[in-house]
């Protein structure tokens, strides 16, 4: 079963508009971290926003905002007022604290439109 | 400081050729990963290292040998290259392996070609 799985995978807003990509993940562990990474056509990975498993609030950082639901195993990116250089793709990653993997989801291509 | 790198960036090979790819990392992680990026795949992992000596099998190790002698380097080898080996391959490093944000910083990737 995929560990980590984004349905999306490409995504279109208008410039200046919100936009949520979609992730969900798969696991037993209780403890457990999110995680995601901003890719653009340059090729190189940037990290973006982390979510513990424990973590009560939604993290945030700027213009991203993840919006976690513990039950649902969910964990959505938010980007608010999108801007041109936001068009990358987008990935999604979980480690769980009893392994030393990463695993990855394959991605959103997101494309901002002007 | 450079944070991490990777050596070299593009390499041609012949299909039974061998190759060794190098990722060097000066921040003083404990650990350090190889991923394979093909389109439509995401990232897979192939090997990672959890500390100097140590290295252990990632989602698709096959083909690939990996060491780690030194702390800040992590070597990728490829003893007989095949097709299926094109890929764009990314060195990651992170501080520890513990909870919290332990956030992986990548290096700029290598784009191999096995022909």
């Known amino acids: 079963a995929q560990k980590i799985t984004q349905t999306q995978p490409g995504m279109f807003v208008q410039e200046k508009e919100a936009v949520t990509l979609d992730c969900t993940y798969d696991?037993?562990?209780?403890?457990?971290?999110l995680f995601w990474y901003k890719q653009p056509s340059s090729g190189e990975m940037i990290f973006l926003i982390y979510q513990g498993s424990y973590d009560e609030q939604n993290a945030t950082e700027g213009r991203y905002s993840l919006n976690f639901q513990k039950a649902r195993k969910s964990a959505n990116l938010v980007i608010s007022a999108s801007q041109l250089g936001d068009s990358a793709m987008y990935f999604c990653a979980m480690r769980e604290y009893t392994g030393n993997q990463f695993y990855f989801g394959t991605g959103t291509s997101l494309t901002v439109i002007p | 400081n450079a944070g991490v790198t990777q050596t070299p960036k593009f390499r041609v090979l012949k299909t039974g050729q061998s190759m060794t790819l190098l990722c060097a990392q000066d921040?003083?992680?404990?650990?350090m990963y190889w991923y394979r990026q093909d389109p439509g795949m995401g990232l897979r992992l192939i090997h990672y290292s959890v500390g100097e000596g140590t290295t252990a099998k990632g989602e698709v190790p096959d083909g690939y040998n990996v060491s780690r002698l030194k702390k800040q380097n992590f070597l990728l080898g490829l003893e007989s290259a095949a097709p299926s080996q094109t890929s764009v391959y990314f060195c990651a490093s992170s501080r520890t392996g513990g909870l919290g944000n332990n956030e992986q910083f990548f290096g700029p990737g290598t784009r191999l070609t096995v022909l």
């Open positions: 921040m003083n992680h404990e650990y």
């Open positions: 696991t037993s562990d209780q403890s457990y971290g």
